[in-house]
């Protein structure tokens, strides 16, 4: 899958509500220390384009047989988020997996 199919799985995916969004206490820790919603969330991802991909298609390390895509991009003023997402392969339709979506780490 390349970085354009991937971006518009993860747009559909959150448009329509219908992905799975680990629950990671980096990405809770992160959407509450910026008083962010799952609307704010779902707003970013959807915000999200080619120019924000710093990295992938990369081997899941997880999951070696998977790719996972990176990208990083300002949520709010001067708070730059890292977003790590992959096709979810547990299910037998297309919708992404969002395994990492909070502050990124310098």
């Known amino acids: 899958m390349d970085v354009t199919a ?10 329509n509500k219908d992905y799975d969004f680990v629950p990671t206490a980096k990405n809770r820790n992160s959407r509450r220390k910026y008083g962010l919603t799952l609307y704010d969330i779902e707003d970013f991802l959807k915000s999200i384009t080619e120019e924000d991909l ?3 298609p990369e081997i899941d390390r997880d999951m070696p047989s ?9 949520i709010i003023t001067g708070v730059t988020f890292y977003v790590k997402i992959k096709k979810d ?10 395994l990492s979506c909070h502050e990124a780490e310098y």
């Open 66 to 74: 998977e790719k996972v895509y990176i990208f990083m991009k300002e």
């Open 54 to 56: 710093v990295s992938g």
């Open 89 to 98: 392969s547990k299910v037998t339709y297309d919708r992404i997996k969002i």
């Open 6 to 15: 991937i971006i518009n799985l993860l747009h559909k995916s959150v448009s």
